[in-house]
């Protein structure tokens, strides 16, 4: 098999050491850049250390070959086939059959570590999952990525000339990292549990949308590692989609909020899409919980530097209002109102210049009409999706030929495995529980050593953190109705070997 390598210009970092910056924000002091106001103390370390022959040992002992080939083989025929081809067709039920039209066709890449350098090895592709698992055993990837299926192995690219992307999962990568103009506790690929919040309304958000406004039912969600989440919608009407399509999915759920790029930031206007109207109802219960207030978020209305410049913000048709709460909240008599008390009569306010709301002494009041009313009663739903709304790498999702990383596989800076993430229970998810490769080695060693002492479970992997996580989505992909009863058998082989 001839293999795609390309060497990167640059060396990589060292993973078993700290850098200077990361120490310092582990250490509670200041994050990596000095930007963040409200840094955390006594934040987690996110960099495990680990080593080459510590990774082959999870690619040989653990790595889910058998479920990753089952899950990507997509054994039911495609809705596309011919007639011709559906009668040629064994069985709907055929596991061989989808299996060998899609997974040796699939794209994999192979990023390795060679003394400091990152060699590149696109294009290679496996006929079953044996194949998968003697190639990741020999080449000990420091990373994996999965690409699209195309029409012919990627492996033999160079000597096809039709050489074309058939069918791809649609994936959303959603990263912290473009969060940094609205978080104030960490920046860059620092992260913490108060900034993390931000994923948990992503994946809500982004959850949603994909299930009620586009059908699609199988929708799973990974850890990346790091920083961020990723999705992979496995449907076969999202595997299909085209590059056009896919970029009209994506930018169906992209909103302009404020950043380097766009000083203005969002500008909505009244009556609001239906999509953003629930989006808000998820997200402005999260804005008043995990944004506003100084411990359990990001301050924006615990200080007074920080409320000025929300009130700053109000456009021009709120100006009675920016002057009203900046005497009253400014107020020493006042010092008891809590954040989310702040928020609640900042929307009560704009409610009465609006039209919407009574003043104190019962009359109704509209100051405003037109434009300026627009606007700020538009406000509020502006400033929450500036603080919250999902912010996509919407280059991730346009195109077919775009590779992710897999899951299951180790982050190379963190050591963290990329786990599922349950989406009922995203608000228990915490990153900095998430295994790492030295810790589930060790339980696996000392699960093994009991099994030689007898006193041991029925499953190589009943003692060790990556099996629960394996199990939920193994069983998550079971209950699917797209999926076949022999993939299903095939799971459950994998799940208990």
């Known amino acids: 098999m001839t293999a795609d390598v390309t060497m990167t210009l640059h060396p990589t970092e060292a993973e078993a050491t700290l850098s200077e910056a990361e120490a310092k924000v582990n250490a509670g002091n200041e994050n990596g850049d000095g930007a963040a106001t409200n840094a955390c103390t006594n ?14 040992m999870y690619y040989a002992r653990l790595y889910p070959y058998e479920f990753m080939y089952d899950w990507l083989s997509y054994h039911v025929p495609s809705a596309s086939a011919t007639i011709q081809d559906k009668k040629n067709t064994p069985s ?16 994999w890449s192979f990023t390795l570590n060679v003394r400091g350098e990152e060699i590149y090895m696109r294009y ?16 000990n990837p420091h990373k994996i990525d999965i690409g ?14 039709n050489f074309t992307t058939v069918q791809r ?19 860059g690929a620092n992260i913490c549990r108060k900034c993390w919040k931000f994923m948990n309304m992503a994946v809500k958000v982004m959850d949603v949308g994909l299930k009620e406004d586009f059908g699609f039912e199988h929708v799973y969600w990974f850890y990346s590692g790091r920083r961020g989440v990723h999705a992979w919608i496995s449907d076969e009407a999202a595997r299909m989609l085209s590059n056009e399509a896919r970029s009209a999915v994506a930018h169906y759920f992209e909103v302009e909020c404020e950043s380097a790029q766009n000083k203005e930031g969002l500008k909505l206007h009244a009556p609001i899409h239906p999509m953003l109207a629930r989006a808000y109802s998820i997200l402005e219960p999260m804005f008043v919980d995990s944004i506003i207030p100084e411990k359990e978020g990001q301050g924006l209305l615990a200080n007074e530097e920080n409320w000025m410049k ?23 008599s006042n010092e008891s109102l809590t954040p989310s008390e702040k928020w609640e009569d900042l929307k009560r306010q704009i409610g009465i210049v609006v039209g919407k709301g009574k003043s104190n002494k019962g009359k109704g009041a509209q100051y405003l009409k037109g434009d300026e009313r627009e606007r700020l009663e538009m406000w509020p ?33 963190t050591g963290r495995v990329c786990i599922p993430i349950q989406v009922d229970k995203i608000d228990s998810f915490d990153p900095f529980s998430v295994p790492t490769l030295p810790q589930i080695l060790s339980e696996l060693d000392e699960y093994e050593k009991k099994q030689n002492d007898g006193d041991g479970g029925d499953s190589r992997l009943a003692k060790n953190k990556l099996e629960k996580f394996l199990f939920s ?25």
């Open 169 to 187: 999962e649609l994936v959303f990568d959603i990263d912290l990292t473009d969060y940094d103009p609205v978080r104030t506790c960490c920046s």
């Open 43 to 56: 934040m987690p370390v996110n960099k495990v250390q680990f080593d080459t022959n510590q990774l082959a």
């Open 381 to 413: 739903y502006e400033t929450v999706f500036k603080y919250t709304y999902p912010r996509l790498d919407i280059n991730v999702s346009t195109h077919q030929n775009h590779l992710l990383k897999s899951p299951f596989c180790i982050h190379p800076k």
């Open 148 to 161: 699209a299926v195309f029409s012919h192995p990627p492996k033999d690219h160079k000597t096809i000339k």
């Open 124 to 139: 290679q592709s496996f006929l079953n999952a044996e194949e998968f698992s003697a190639a990741v055993r020999k080449r």
């Open 310 to 332: 929300v009130l700053n913000s109000l456009p021009s048709g709120g100006k009675i209002i920016r002057t009203n709460l900046a005497e009253k909240w400014n107020n020493n």
């Open 92 to 107: 709907r039920n055929s596991s061989a059959n989808n299996a060998c039209n899609v997974f040796p066709k699939r794209e």
């Open 473 to 497: 989505l193994s069983q998550t992909i079971e209950a699917s109705a797209e999926y076949s009863t022999e993939e299903g058998k095939g799971l459950k082989r994998c799940r208990g070997r």
